[in-house]
């Protein structure tokens, strides 16, 4: 029996009285990983230290050693996956394997066997079909199965990561070999990468070095290159030279693949890993209205606006969309300085300026840009006209009169106002019973009407809009 066996023994015993208590440590191997797919057996070398020392299996609270070899598999198609390390030498190995895990923070193993072969001669290790415990501790014969566990129920997908442990202080290589139904799958699932089409110009462009340099975790060990096809991945074929700017067209419902070789340094094929590339699109915008308000305070060329009355227009039916106004287009494009009270915004440029409207997607991050005018209207003003006149040419004291006439003096060349006439005041401050352009006089020789001067913008009326006209009966 080698000291580290006795040593394992002797801490087994130790622990055995006591609550187990197991050490979880987060671990991350992505540097050490061997990407294995094919389900053809792999002769390797003599496991050697990584500094890789806190990889627990589920069942111990020591860890194995740091002279570890990692390989990693992803399942094509099949439902059980077994694997058999068998050593070329007669010494103690032990494992680890973990479903699915995270490379950069594997965690505790799911199954394991640090059982000790010594007494049982077997020092094959690994996953068997008829083995039904999950783990083997320290320093135990892994009866019934010496060195077997159970092995995994798999889908399409999945991924295994094997951790090899040379627990033995001898050198020796050993052969790596998979079994179950499971077919093994070269290429893997590099991830998705999302950008937004912003400038609504169809497209964006991904830089694929980067990308790589993420998925490889900036591994200096390996070549990168990219390709459209697989076909082309695995034959190193057609690959894409714009790997700093490689364009992709817009599109919320489909992706653009891209497929990475990667290479070892003498530049046999690893591994190919499938990137999915989207581009979405920020929300649809539509042209609104531009807003006009009255100045009904001061004549200085302010007043308030409502700029959310557009937002069920701009929505246009649009969900899950956030919306901030801005009074410049940078603002807008950076996020910066929304309008904190658009419900009652002070126009800060005289007499009307651009308001930038922002549309996020809630769920993308992708935004669109739009804008529309608001405008000060100057409150109409009545300038008092001179008297009307009309000739009395049948001596009756009754003339038909086109109030129409007096309409440019009344405005003084104001535009977008209207003029109205009434007969009485009390007409002219609830507007009604106004009168028809032409119109007979009903006192003689004259009469005084009522004038309202209105602007064409929504309660745009003052009481400083109105003036009077006299009309003039002559003979």
Sequence with gaps: ????????????????????????????VSDYVEYVC????????????????NIFTPCSSQSLSDDLA????????????????????????????????DLTNVGTADRGSQNSPVSTGIYNIGLSLTATDLCETGGSTGAPEPGKVRYYDVTAGDKILIAIDRWDGAASGFTLSFGGDAVLSCLFDGGDYYTCDNDADGEETFNLDAIGAEITNNSTAVQLSYYETTTDANNGTNPITTTTNYTVNASNTSSTEIYVAVKNASGSLIRVEEVSLHVNTGP???TVDNISECDTG???????????SVESDILNGQTNISINYYTSLSDAEAGNSAISSPSNFTNTVANGQTIYIRLDNNTTGCYSITSFEIDVLQSPQAIAPTPLYGCDNDGDGYYTFSLNDKNLEILNGQTNVSVTYYATQADLQSETNPLPNSYTNTAIPSETIHVLVQSGATNCTLATSTTTLQLIVVD
């Design 284 to 286: 649809s915008t539509t």
């Design 70 to 101: 990692f390989y990693y598999v992803q399942i094509e198609s099949g439902t059980t996956f077994t694997f058999v390390m068998s050593p070329t030498n007669n010494i103690d190995f032990d494992f680890a394997s973990w479903k699915n895990p």
């Design 298 to 308: 001061t004549q200085n060329g302010f007043t308030s606006f409502d700029l959310t």
């Design 1 to 28: 029996m080698n000291q580290k066996t006795r040593l394992r023994i002797a801490l087994l015993i130790l622990i055995t009285p006591l609550f187990f208590c197991q050490k979880t440590v987060a671990q991350d």
């Design 38 to 53: 094919s389900n053809q057996s792999l002769a390797a070398q003599s496991p050697t230290s990584t500094g890789v020392n």
